[in-house]
């Protein structure tokens, strides 16, 4: 997994079929997503629960880029181990998961995967400063996590201030709540890299209408990188 800060358009699959995750993958890749976000959620950080390694290990072999997988589960260190050899590319646990976030990046590191750090809309930039050397990525909650389809919550102030804290580092910042083309060039312009975007991608198609998963994809990288189709 190499480094650039071109725009990637994550699709999470909380918004997919879940009888058919497989063609789901395969379907949004196809249509030209560049990462495949994967929400983990356990019915204890957040209400709602989801799948575990398992799924991942299974959905895997229908994904050919990078599979990255969002832990918002708590305690996360015991499952670490498992959702890397399940194959993800990038696992993101949430700096407010447990107190020790310093030990949870560094076996992220530990078992070969990307280390990610997501913030809640509640949480502060700053709260990711001792830790910008461990990272890879940083995840900006713009919804409280849970649930795909809710409102955007604008974060555009901890953005700018997480990109200005990064400078040169290759360290992502991933933006995850609320993605659609009218709300991605506020992030964008604030200095997001990556936007996971459930509803908006998913919304009308389907496998065997997969091309408006194009158009969707589509539209939000063009709004993201200043093109008003
Ligand atoms: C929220 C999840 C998001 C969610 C995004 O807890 O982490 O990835 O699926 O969904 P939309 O794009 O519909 O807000
Ligand atoms: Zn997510």
Redo the contacts with the bound molecule.
Sequence with gaps: MSFDRKIKIAP?I??ADFANFGAECQAIEEQGADWV?V?VMDGHF?PNITFGPAMCAAIRPHIKGVMDV?L?IAPVDPYIDAFAQAGADVITAHAEAGPHVHRTLQAIRAAGAKAGLALNPGTPAGAVEPLLDMVDLVCV?T?N??????KFIDMTDKIRALRAMIGDRPVHIEI????DPSTAPLVTRAGADVL?????VFKGGSVGNPQVYGDNIRAIRQAAEGVYA
Aim: overall charge negative; cysteine-free; aromatic content about 4%.
């Design positions: 999470s909380l918004s976000h929400d957040v969002h918002m909650m919804v996590p849970g649930f795909g389809g809710q995850d709540g609320g993605v996971v975007a459930g509803s908006a």
